[in-house]
Nanobody, 125 residues
Framework: VQLQASGGGLVQAGGSLRLSCAASGRSLRTDAVAWFRQAPGKEREFVAGASKSGTNTYYADSVKDRFIISRDGAKNTVSLQVNGLKPEDTAVYYC???????????????????WGQGTLVTVSS
């Protein structure tokens, strides 16, 4: 499966963006999906994830109550609504997908087989 992320940009603190990830090649219905981010000089970190049904979601503490992950099976897309942006949210955001047997959220970088190319989010203070 190929993933294409989009929707990043430059936004002022407190602003919002909607990141999108379009999948092609096959359906994501058997995959857990997630968004990770990587700031300059830092390791890639988990931001938000959803189970293959979308029923279960999980967020990093740093984005809880501000970010919302969703998936659309019909469109084969995954989205991340990012609200209340802070300068520390500045990073390249990556979508990821990984096949899983159970309807659980996968948290580790190594658990995902497929990655999008990343979309840059820059938050100015």
């Amino acid at each position: 499966v190929q993933l294409q992320a989009s929707g990043g940009g430059l936004v002022q603190a407190g602003g919002s963006l909607r990141l999108s990830c379009a999948a092609s090649g096959r359906s994501l219905r058997t995959d857990a999906v997630a968004w990770f981010r990587q700031a300059p000089g830092k390791e890639r970190e988990f931001v938000a994830g959803a189970s293959k049904s979308g029923t279960n979601t999980y967020y990093a503490d740093s984005v809880k109550d501000r970010f919302i992950i969703s998936r659309d099976g019909a469109k084969n897309t995954v989205s991340l609504q990012v609200n209340g942006l802070k300068p520390e949210d500045t990073a390249v955001y990556y979508c990821a997908a990984g096949p899983t047997i159970f309807d659980t959220v996968l948290l580790g970088v190594g658990e995902y087989d497929h990655w999008g190319q990343g979309t840059l989010v820059t938050v100015s203070s």
